[in-house]
């Protein structure tokens, strides 16, 4: 039996207009990436930013796709060539890394006849200018949160709609009762600016607010679309 070379894993996150993310994952299938999530959002950013940006306000899709990191250099760009995320209006697509994964996941994806043919490398400068900032809030605060990071250099987010579980236990740490019903705003953002936008989201719309906001931040590798 042939031993089963693994390696590390990241996730491809895409955000661009509805109706797309499904053919994005078509794209991803036929690549020989078998796990693909979709999840609906929408853009925050005014018109001016929008459209420098590509992301109009309208209903978004998100996909979220772990991928070998063998594979990305060559997804990406064809992700890029293929539904044209360097054209205003259609979108982004960046990579996070994983710490961990399910044992089940690399396996599959990283079976030789999953992985990118011999010739196809294409090598990516490493992005190192962007993270990604995620605000979780309260429903029905979006603009407050998004003045203040706009206050502090952001362009933009994209908002999902989400529901707390387990919040019995939180509610007698905190002291107050925690609405389930909230949204999560993922900025994209240059690196430089990440601490004073998470300080202006913390003063205007921290825990101790309505908003009840936590924000977080992680690091964005390679990105494509911006």
Do not use: W
Request: glycine content about 8%; overall charge positive.
């Amino acid at each position: 039996m042939s031993e089963l070379s693994i390696e590390r894993i990241k996730l491809i996150i895409t955000i661009t207009k509805r109706g797309t993310g499904t053919k994005i994952v078509d794209y991803f299938k036929s690549k020989k990436l078998h796990y693909d999530f979709i999840c609906h959002g929408s853009g925050t950013a005014n018109s001016q930013i929008l459209d420098y940006l590509g992301l109009e306000k309208t209903q978004k899709d998100i996909v979220i796709t772990p991928v070998p990191i063998s594979k990305i250099p060559l997804v990406l760009k064809g992700v890029t060539e293929k539904f044209s995320l360097k054209s205003p209006g259609m979108g982004i697509m960046f990579t996070v890394p994983l710490s961990s994964v399910s044992s089940r996941v690399p396996q599959i994806l990283c079976k030789s006849e999953n992985m990118a043919e011999k010739g196809s490398e294409i090598t990516l400068e490493k992005n190192v200018k962007h993270e990604l900032i995620l605000v979780i809030l309260n429903r029905g605060y979006t603009d407050t949160v998004m003045n203040a990071a706009k206050g502090a250099g952001a362009s933009g987010g994209t908002i999902i709609n989400a529901r707390r579980v387990g919040f019995e236990d939180a509610e007698n740490l905190f002291g107050f009762t925690i609405q389930p019903e909230k949204e999560i705003i993922a900025i994209l953002a240059p690196k430089e600016h990440r601490d004073d936008i998470m300080k202006n989201i913390t003063e205007a719309a921290g825990i101790n607010t309505p908003c009840r906001a936590i924000v977080m931040s992680m690091q964005v590798d390679e990105i494509m679309g911006i």
